[in-house]
């Protein structure tokens, strides 16, 4: 039971450079999401996808892309990486974007970046 | 956008006390959810809670959602080393908005 795989689990940047990070599902599950989280500020969203080919921006999206080419695979790419991105990212899945009630949302292991 | 907040955001426990965290929303919530993570963990959902005034019980986790659907607690009983982390509430639907957590930790 692979579920939510991020890949790398750390990763060192140097200013202007630029990266993505790999998230893949294997749960066959519509929404797909990007977090970062800080000290002190619990998780805030990057992108969101609802389905393959579709994507949207979440509460902090600046310096960030996303693509959704397949239902499994939702990249984050940072294009010119700046110390402020320095965070912990995660990926998180969960079967339906269309429920009022919310589905359980699955979260991968998390991605440590940092950017020097 | 929705903004859930929660409260304490520390609470330090001796091995054995009873411990209560709250979350408030400025708004009314169609549902909740919380979430508990490990140090150097990922979040792991531990329940949602729909109803008005609904109660549900995980062994020693409590978890309540307001009469107005604008708040929600966590209440642990019996602390044990083992409910070491930090305890977030979000909602509602998809697009969830976390709150900033209550981290615990546990006095032996």
């Known amino acids: 039971n692979a579920g939510v795989t991020q890949t790398p689990k750390f990763q060192v940047l140097k200013t202007g450079q630029s990266m993505t990070l790999q998230c893949a599902q294997d749960?066959?599950?519509?929404?797909m999401s990007w977090y970062r989280q800080d000290p002190g500020m619990g998780l805030r969203l990057i992108h969101y996808?609802?389905?393959?080919?579709?994507?949207d921006q979440g509460e902090v999206p600046n310096g960030y892309n996303v693509s959704r080419s397949t239902t499994e695979d939702f990249p984050l790419r940072l294009l010119s990486a700046a110390p402020s991105q320095t965070s912990v990212y995660f990926c998180?899945?969960?079967?339906?974007?269309?429920?009022?009630?919310?589905?359980?949302?699955?979260f991968g292991e998390g991605s440590w970046l940092t950017v020097v | 956008g929705q903004q859930v907040m929660q409260i304490p955001q520390y609470q330090h426990v001796q091995e054995g006390e009873d411990f209560t965290t709250y979350c408030n929303s400025s708004?009314?919530?169609?549902?909740i959810q919380w979430y508990k993570q490990r140090p150097g963990g990922h979040p792991v959902f531990l329940i949602q809670?729909?109803?008005?005034?609904e109660v549900k019980k995980q062994k020693r986790l409590t978890f309540q959602f307001g009469e107005a659907k604008k708040n929600s607690s966590l209440h642990i009983t019996a602390t044990q080393t083992t409910d070491v982390g930090t305890y977030f509430c979000?909602?509602?639907?998809?697009?969830?908005?976390f709150g900033a957590g209550t981290t615990v930790t546990v006095r032996a």
């Open positions: 998180a899945s969960s079967r339906s974007a269309g429920s009022n009630f919310g589905n359980t949302i699955y």
């Open positions: 749960m066959n599950h519509e929404y």
């Open positions: 996808s609802v389905g393959a080919g579709i994507t």
């Open positions: 708004t009314t919530l169609s549902n």
């Open positions: 809670l729909v109803k008005s005034g």
């Open positions: 979000a909602g509602p639907g998809y697009k969830l908005s």
